[in-house]
């Protein structure tokens, strides 16, 4: 005998099944949906984050460090703190001994600027040279000495008459001047006339090197001028010698 009660017992144990199942599918999708919307959000905002990051950054951070290849470190040239210049050398062939005062003979003096300690040639390039006509070596040498070597140690005054020294006797080419920097590895040259105003007699070409008028040195070369008008009767013109 069919039992209708039983029958409407299983068709709502059924209909609870299926709506369990139905909310438990819903409350699932639920949760999926959440997490789908939170993790586009946490994506977002670490996107942001990142890119404010690299806009705040010179250059991107990486925990392997970059290795470029370079080579050698030049080693620093070292500079003298002192040069200790030596006698300026002159050779035999460096100057002429026998010149005259007609204003239109070219000659020629060098020097080499050694270091005191080898006597080899200085390297530098902040040394100056000053070449000029004495006919008094001894008043030359003690104005130089005078007042603890004033005059070398102010290598800003060169440009003025040097004790003992004759005037105007040098007229310098436009290829070398009275005052000018010592060469460096050579010899410096001067190319000079003599003035006519310069009278026939015994003189002497002194030469000095100033290294920033803290080390000095000089040497001198007698020479005999002779007069533009006799070449052959100097003595007649009388000798300025000391």
Not at 90 to 109: I, L, R
Not at 131 to 156: C, F, K, V
Not at 191 to 204: D, E, F, K, Q, R
């Amino acid at each position: 005998m069919y039992n209708f009660n039983t029958q409407q017992k299983n068709k709502q144990r059924a209909s609870t099944r299926s709506r369990s199942g139905t909310i438990t599918f819903y409350t699932l999708l639920c949760f999926a949906l959440a997490g789908l919307i939170a993790g586009f959000a946490i994506g977002g905002f670490a996107g942001h984050l990142s890119r404010g990051l690299t806009a705040n950054a010179g250059a991107p951070i990486s925990s392997i460090p970059t290795l470029t290849g370079h080579g050698p470190n030049p080693s620093a040239t070292a500079t003298p703190e002192n040069i200790f210049l030596g006698l300026p050398t002159v050779a035999a062939g460096d100057y002429t001994s026998s010149e005259k005062a007609d204003g239109t003979t070219s000659y020629q003096f060098s020097a080499q600027i050694v270091n005191k300690a080898d006597t080899t040639p200085i390297t530098v390039t902040d040394t100056v040279c000053r070449l000029w006509l004495t006919d008094d070596s001894q008043g030359t040498a003690s104005g130089l000495m005078d007042n603890n070597y004033a005059i070398p140690r102010n290598p800003g005054s060169f440009n003025q008459p040097f004790p003992s020294e004759v005037n105007s006797a040098l007229s310098f080419t436009s290829a070398s001047q009275q005052t000018q920097p010592c060469t460096a590895n050579g010899k410096t040259k001067w190319s000079y006339t003599l003035s006519t105003a310069v009278p026939a007699g015994n003189y002497y070409l002194v030469v000095l090197a100033d290294w920033k008028g803290i080390h000095y040195n000089w040497y001198m070369v007698a020479i005999t001028v002779h007069n533009h008008n006799n070449d052959n009767n100097d003595n007649n013109n009388g000798n300025n010698g000391n």
